[in-house]
């Protein structure tokens, strides 16, 4: 329940960034360079809340199990999408 319950936590912070990233029009490296327009945004902010439900139905039916497993895959989903962001970081 714990896995879950960490994963719910870090599946709304993701889809809360992203929806935020959406809505404002991105820096040259991020739109030009690495194809992070507002749509590609979305498509993050809507995985991540198919993650969220996904994790509270494990933690509302006690599947420790499958909550582990989920959280494996989203971290990589979690990890690549924060990873769009580093050279993005020092645009103006």
């Not at 709304?12 to 194809?35: M, N, Q, T």
């Not at 198919?50 to 494996?72: C, D, K, N, Q």
């Amino acid at each position: 329940m714990m896995w879950s319950l960490g994963g719910l936590a870090i599946a709304l912070v993701v889809a809360s960034i992203a929806l935020r990233c959406s809505r404002s029009p991105g820096g040259f490296y991020d739109r030009e360079a690495y194809g992070m327009t507002a749509a590609v945004h979305r498509r993050y902010a809507t995985t991540s809340l198919v993650f969220a439900i996904y994790f509270a139905v494990t933690s509302a039916f006690h599947l420790e199990t499958a909550g582990i497993a989920g959280l494996a895959l989203y971290a990589l989903i979690a990890v690549l999408y924060a990873s769009s962001f580093l050279r993005g970081a020092s645009d103006e």
